[in-house]
């Protein structure tokens, strides 16, 4: 008797703890339960699509004011649900020019997303935003409270960059390049809860800015602790949006530490009638070797046309495959670091492998004296170390100069990351020339990565001032100051006739050309690549 007890209070527990997988309908929502041992159950919203509940093992996470919801929510939507094959439960939202869909699968944690847009958002920009409660997912990963608002005192700029118990703080110091960002995370340390959004190479597909585009990952802003997936936006903004497929992507709930998006599994998504998405059979590869390219840099492949973006990392020795790609012809590129070197036009068909070797170009000048890598970022310049977490005003920053660099005894710390137009210029630069390496006439190359406010380079070579050159394709976004660097990556190069280099001593000075806005760390400005002085 008293076992046949143990076993049905046993029982009931079980099925308590573990309930059935399917949706529930009301006139207000879809409930859809997971039916997992770690139990999910999200509630979606019928009129617009918002997730208003998320429950993970009982406990509710979703935040009290918004929900969790594509862009800044869709207002209003054809929201229906549906189950398929006793395995997947799928919600469909869609408006004029939206289409959004939640998966969930039977007897898991993750809810699976992909979005279909045939307009861009009438916010500018695309995201999907989870709005979880800050008291029970406080934390941030992988970096941390440099995107920790919550406490702020003060607002250092505009209302996105907030001082913090004397730093500075922002949401968009937790970006992370695109290429390297397959799972951000927020959490809590008491009992290892994350939750994570997951991205493998079909979530950027439909996305815009290339591999080293970064966006905002998280923001523990004190009323909600905000986790997203940014598909586009204008921040930094370096080729128009695609339209089509976006995803998927998915937001997993977890208690067994930080999962690896590079292994989520999306396949299953050809199961499920989702507009724009391509089955890995309908898809090719490019296979090939980059060379030309020191082993020192990474060296990064990037395919993209219109439709669609994908990259890889090449090996030690080269090698490279690409991820799964949609049919079409392709710009393939080959940086160095993040600086384009090669370029090739190659097609993909569905079913094949294309091989496509690339090499880096050459060029046979001589370098009289190079400051800094070409390899796309300011790597290695003053606060360079610093710039992607804070602001330039943080007092963790080392002074910004105007600072003076002496070829063959500085160090590259010796050279602001940015020139600001009204902070820190000019860069002067000093070195010294043989009479041979004097006579003849030379190319000051100086590299850019980023500009702001139609901001470039100007320069005098000892006595000689070069004609400054024409404004760069502006792009209208703050980027410094949000912890971005990376642009449309100008490279300027000043004429130096002959005889105005000197046997001996001879000095560069450096300066910002544009008009002034009149804030500090608003001001025109450049990010600096490289400095070169060859012939």
């Keep these: ?17 573990l309930a059935a997988f399917g949706i529930t309908t009301s006139s207000s929502s879809y409930v859809v339960d997971a039916g997992s041992d770690n139990a999910l159950k999200i509630t979606v919203d019928r009129s617009n699509c918002d997730i208003t509940s998320i429950l993970y093992r009982s406990e509710e996470f979703q935040g009290t004011t918004k929900g969790s919801h594509i862009s800044s929510g869709l207002g209003s939507a054809t929201v229906t649900a549906e189950t398929i094959s006793s395995k997947y439960a799928k919600i469909t939202c869609v408006t004029s020019t939206l289409t959004q869909y939640y998966v969930v699968k039977s007897g898991d944690s993750t809810i699976y997303m992909a979005t ?21 997912l406080p934390l941030e990963y992988p970096f941390g409270s440099v995107s920790t608002t919550a406490g702020s005192s003060a607002a250092v700029e505009g209302s996105d960059v907030y001082l913090v118990s004397g730093q500075t703080r922002s949401k968009f110091y937790s970006s992370e390049r695109f290429i390297d960002d397959y799972t951000h995370c927020v959490y809590r ?3 290892a809860v994350h939750a994570c959004i997951l991205l493998n190479s079909y979530s950027y597909e439909g996305s815009s800015g290339g591999p080293f ?34 995803g998927p992507y998915a937001l997993a709930f977890t208690r067994s530490g930080v999962p690896d998006g590079k292994t989520l599994d999306t396949t299953f998504f050809s199961e499920l009638g989702i507009t724009g998405y391509v089955a890995a ?23 993209y046309n219109t439709n669609a973006q994908y990259w890889a990392y090449a090996n030690s020795a080269g090698a490279f495959t690409s991820p799964p790609m949609k049919p079409g012809t392709y710009t393939q590129v080959l940086y160095q670091g993040e600086f384009k070197v090669g370029s090739a036009s190659i097609s993909v068909s569905a079913g094949k492998t294309t091989t ?19 390899d796309g970022q300011p790597t290695g310049f003053r606060n360079a170390d610093k710039q992607l977490r804070m602001h330039p005003s943080d007092s963790r920053m080392s002074a910004w100069g105007p600072l003076t660099y002496t070829v063959g005894s500085s160090s590259l710390t010796d050279v602001p990351m940015a020139l600001f137009k009204s902070v820190n210029t000019p860069l002067t630069i000093k070195f010294t020339l043989s009479a041979a390496q004097a006579s003849g006439a030379a190319t000051l190359r100086i590299g850019t990565t980023l500009s702001f406010a139609g901001a ?17 394709t502006k792009i209208d976004s703050r980027g410094v ?8 990556g100008e490279v300027y190069d000043f004429a130096v006739p002959a005889g105005k280099l000197v046997s001996g001593s001879n000095t560069i000075t450096i300066d910002v050309a544009s008009g002034s806005s009149g804030d500090m760390y608003l001001e025109p400005n450049v990010i600096l690549d490289a400095i070169e002085l060859l012939r």
């Design 281 to 303: 059979s309908g898809r090719g590869t490019v296979t090939g070797t980059a060379t030309g390219v020191s082993s020192s840099f990474q060296r990064v492949l990037h395919w």
């Design 116 to 136: 279909y847009t045939t307009a861009e958002p009438s916010i500018g920009e695309l995201r999907f935003i989870a709005r979880l409660q800050s008291s029970k």
């Design 1 to 17: 008797m008293f076992l046949r007890s143990v076993l049905l209070a046993t029982f009931a527990f079980s099925s308590s703890s």
């Design 213 to 246: 585009f970064r966006d905002i990952d998280s923001n523990n802003a004190g009323d909600d602790t905000n986790l997203y997936f940014y598909m586009n936006s204008g921040h930094v903004q370096t080729e128009s949006y695609r339209m089509g497929l976006h």
């Design 456 to 472: 470039r380079p100007s320069a005098s070579i000892n006595s000689y001032a070069p004609a400054t050159p024409a404004a760069p």
């Design 189 to 191: 340390d008491s009992d």
């Design 356 to 374: 496509a070797n690339i090499a880096a170009s050459t060029s046979s000048h001589t370098t009289l004296f190079q400051i800094g890598d070409w």
């Design 481 to 488: 100051t949000r912890g971005a660097y990376r642009g449309f």
